[in-house]
């Protein structure tokens, strides 16, 4: 199956600070990138959808000036968590795909603010 | 009603044994499924697509039934390495909605 990376795979940082995560898609052109995040026990949550070269569609609840993200090419998007605090603490999960296909999950990043 | 419903389980078998998990969807416009796998703090991971002619891969069966908006997986012969959560998931104009999982434990 494809490739999708996802770095940094953990990070602990300090209430206040910001957190970018990167998602790329190695072995093939993604038209659309997800981002989810994922609480113990629970399922998937779409965040947004990003499609490179246009501005992401955020999920309802979902806030587009605390989650920024940047979908420079058709191979890469970063999430960028500002101002962490302690309830932002999740595993984040960014996905790629082909449009009608099947997405591929990068490995997640658990993010723990302290 | 969610979009995607799946059992709650969990469902706790001994090995060998066969179990089937079910998957309903509201939205009829749904254009692919897929059952994927996710073990724990781990990312969910694609086992098969969902056809309505049915298919297979081995142990595993999913069909699908777009008259009755279902889908379904069955898992024969159940192992160990079977342990974990099943996601159904359900596509339209390429956005995916995950249910909420079923999580299968496969016991000596």
């Known amino acids: 199956g494809a490739v999708v990376s996802q770095h940094p795979s953990w990070v602990i940082c300090k209430s206040g600070t910001s957190v970018k995560i990167e998602c790329r898609s190695l072995?093939?052109?993604?038209?659309?990138m997800f981002w989810y995040r994922q609480f113990p026990k629970q399922s998937l949550m779409l965040m947004a959808t990003?499609?490179?070269?246009?501005?992401?569609?955020?999920e309802q609840g979902v806030e587009k000036d605390k989650f920024l993200i940047n979908h420079a090419s058709l191979t890469l998007s970063t999430l960028t968590v500002t101002s962490a605090h302690p309830e932002d603490s999740s595993f984040y999960i960014c996905?790629?795909?082909?449009?009608?296909?099947?997405?591929?999950f990068g490995p997640g990043t658990r993010l723990t603010v302290t | 009603r969610k979009e995607v419903e799946q059992d709650p389980g969990p469902f706790n078998v001994p090995e060998g044994a066969t179990v089937a998990f079910n998957c309903t969807y509201s939205?009829?416009?749904?254009?692919?499924f897929f059952w994927y796998r996710q073990d724990c703090r781990k990312e969910p991971k694609l086992l098969m697509s969902?056809?309505?002619s049915g298919n297979e891969d081995g142990r595993f069966t999913a069909q699908l039934n777009r008259a009755s908006q279902y889908i379904s997986l069955l898992i024969r012969d159940s192992k160990l390495s079977d342990s974990a959560t099943y996601l159904c998931?359900?596509?339209?104009?390429?956005?995916?909605?995950f249910g909420d999982g079923t999580t299968l434990t496969v016991k000596p």
């Open positions: 998931v359900v596509n339209v104009q390429g956005k995916s909605t």
């Open positions: 996905s790629a795909n082909m449009i009608f296909r099947e997405q591929y």
């Open positions: 990003s499609n490179e070269g246009s501005k992401a569609t955020y």
């Open positions: 939205n009829s416009a749904s254009q692919s």
């Open positions: 969902v056809y309505s």
């Open positions: 072995d093939f052109q993604a038209t659309t």
